[in-house]
Structures are given as C-alpha cells and as structure tokens.
T-cell receptor, first 115, second 113 residues
Framework: DTGVSQDPRHKITKRGQNVTFRCDPISEHNRLYWYRQTLGQGPEFLTYFQNEAQLEKSRLLSDRFSAERPKGSFSTLEIQRTEQGDSAMYLC?????????????FGQGTRLTVV | GESVGLHLPTLSVQEGDNSIINCAYSNSASDYFIWYKQESGKGPQFIIDIRSNMDKRQGQRVTVLLNKTVKHLSLQIAATQPGDSAVYFCAERRSGGYQKVTFGIGTKLQVIP
C-alpha cells in the first residue's frame, strides 16, 4: 500500500493520559497535514509541515498538542493530558510540493476515544 | 470569520439520475476550492478542484461550478451510481500561499438503487 498510513487506527485512553499518533506520508510528498474530525463535522485543520518545518498551526492546537516531523518523512502528533473533548478522528494528509494547488491524499485516520 | 457551509445536509437520488450538491462560502479571499468524498470509516478522497479564476471545471462524471458573485459552489455528479453514496465536503483555501484548508459540514448523498 503506497498511500498515507496512520497508526494506530483506534486508540482508547483514560482521561489525563498522553497519546501519540504516527503518520507516514506518501514517500515523495514533502507536505504533510494534520486534521481533526468529530462526528458529523468536516475535518478541522490542525497543522502543516513542509519537510521538517512546521509552517502553519491552528488555534485549535492548544499547548497540550504537539506535532513533529523531525526528518521530513513521518510525523507524530502527541496529545498530553487528554480530555474527553479530544475524542475525534485524527486525519493525516500529504501532498507534493508543486505550487499552491496540489491534491492532498488523506490517510484513514486514527480514532481516539477518551474515557 | 471564514466559514464554508452546505445548503442540504442529506440528498437522496435515484440511481442513474444526476446529483447536485451545493455549498456556500463566506470568505471572499478564498482562491481555491475542493470537493472531497468521504466514505464511512475512510479519510476524505479528493474529487475535483477549481481555482477562483475559473467558473467551471469538468472531470469524469463530475462538474464543479463556481459563482464568485454569490459565493456559491456546486458539485454535479452525472448518472449517479450506488458507489457514489458518501458524505461530500466542499472546502476552501484562502489566498496568500496558505495551506490550511477549511471544510464545510458535509452533505450525505444516498443513492437509491
């Protein structure tokens, strides 16, 4: 499978615990995005990387959230001290760097449930 | 603030008929619009996009129309098939080189065999 890969697919955690998700983009894509989607809503932008540089961050990305892409390949999204409101699908997408209008390919997401 | 919304939350169409999904946006600074299809348990899948300097673009069985005067976007699907059943999102990105894409709420398309 050469698409965007996310791990794990599902995560159940207790409130207050830390969780980390991983995204492996399509290999030749140097742009990587994280989104969050709650039931019945469209995805909400969280952050964007070009190579290892984090160039855009949403106000949704509170200080409990941190994303990294240390080598410009895979990325991790960590949520510290999880809250029930963090329960959502976390989606990763990647695209080529070919100007402004470049199709983004999404992974299947990691569904987080905070109990 | 920015917002992208949809007129109809659900749309039921007979197999073989054409479908039209509508979307309104409020950010006049948007320069790029995208339609995504999302099936249950999967991530959004790109369908078609259009730049703000265009008013129509066609793909395979799909057409996107953009009316900047009234800030309206539509997706037309010809000869709708059962495999088209999904939630469809319009999304927009504002000019200035930003990569953030803002999604609307979504319209659920149900194709009746």
């Amino acid at each position: 499978d050469t698409g965007v890969s996310q791990d794990p697919r599902h995560k159940i955690t207790k409130r207050g615990q830390n969780v980390t998700f991983r995204c492996d983009p399509i290999s030749e894509h140097n742009r990587l995005y994280w989104y969050r989607q709650t039931l019945g809503q469209g995805p909400e932008f969280l952050t964007y990387f070009q190579n290892e540089a984090q160039l855009e961050k949403s106000r949704l990305l509170s200080d409990r959230f941190s994303a990294e892409r240390p080598k410009g390949s895979f990325s991790t999204l960590e949520i510290q001290r999880t809250e029930q409101g963090d329960s959502a699908m976390y989606l990763c997408a990647s695209s080529e760097n070919r100007g402004l209008n470049t199709e983004a390919f999404f992974g299947q997401g990691t569904r987080l449930t905070v109990v | 603030g920015e917002s992208v919304g949809l007129h109809l939350p659900t749309l039921s169409v007979q197999e073989g008929d054409n479908s039209i999904i509508n979307c309104a946006y409020s950010n006049s600074a948007s320069d790029y619009f995208i339609w995504y299809k999302q099936e249950s348990g999967k991530g959004p899948q790109f369908i078609i996009d259009i730049r703000s300097n265009m008013d129509k673009r066609q793909g395979q069985r799909v057409t996107v129309l953009l009316n900047k005067t009234v800030k309206h976007l539509s997706l037309q699907i010809a000869a709708t098939q059962p495999g088209d059943s999904a939630v469809y999102f319009c999304a927009e990105r504002r000019s200035g080189g930003y990569q953030k894409v803002t999604f609307g709420i979504g319209t659920k398309l149900q194709v009746i065999p």
